[in-house]
């Protein structure tokens, strides 16, 4: 009995480990065919490549060519995958502040819309992943370098004036909320 009991056990473990080597060896050759088409994407500009070959495409091209990085990040954002997406989208809101900080803050005509471009990149990642760190960090740095200011009123009026308060229509003012 103890025998065929350990026969049994064996065998499983060989067919877990079996069918954990088959998911390797595919996500192996899904990252050999991304590694082949990086190459050609690298060289030309195949716009039939594969994301991830967009992307790495647009991260090289980040270093030199601004123009070439921002038209294959939007292509990575125009794409179907998500967390290609995420990525791209990140990318471009460092590309845009790099790019504002290489113009010089002194000029503003030049270098404000690249740091709008990068507020709005990094709004548009934590609308869609609101717990990513990095945006929110980098978000708060574009925000120290161009603050925003709220609008509202167009003038300071100072302290509202007392007989212009109002009574609150609400039974109890004091009911907890939900």
């Known amino acids: 009995m103890r025998r065929i009991h350990g026969h049994v056990v064996f065998g499983t473990i060989a067919v ?9 060896v595919a996500r192996l050759e899904h990252a050999k065919e991304v ?19 967009k992307l790495v495409r647009a991260v090289t091209m980040a270093k030199s ?7 294959g990040y939007k292509a990575v954002i125009q ?3 998500e967390d290609l997406r995420r990525i791209a989208l990140y990318d471009l809101g460092n590309l845009d502040l ?27 990642l934590l609308r869609r992943d609101p717990g990513d760190w990095d945006a929110r960090y980098n978000l708060e740095r574009t925000l120290r370098l161009a603050p925003e200011d ?8 100072g302290p ?19």
């Open 35 to 53: 590694n082949a088409a990086i190459v050609p994407a690298a060289a030309s500009n195949d716009a039939t490549a594969i994301p991830e070959a």
């Open 16 to 24: 877990t480990l079996g069918l954990l080597t088959a998911v390797e």
């Open 98 to 124: 790099r790019q504002a900080l290489h113009v010089g803050l002194d000029d503003e005509a030049r270098s404000l819309p690249l740091v709008e471009l990068a507020k709005q990149s990094y709004r548009n």
């Open 150 to 157: 709220d609008d509202d009123t167009d003038e300071d009026t």
């Open 160 to 178: 509202p004036d007392p007989r212009e308060h109002e009574r609150s229509t609400i039974a109890d003012p004091r009911m907890d909320l939900p």
């Open 65 to 71: 060519d601004y123009d070439g990085a921002l038209a």
């Open 79 to 81: 794409g179907e995958r």
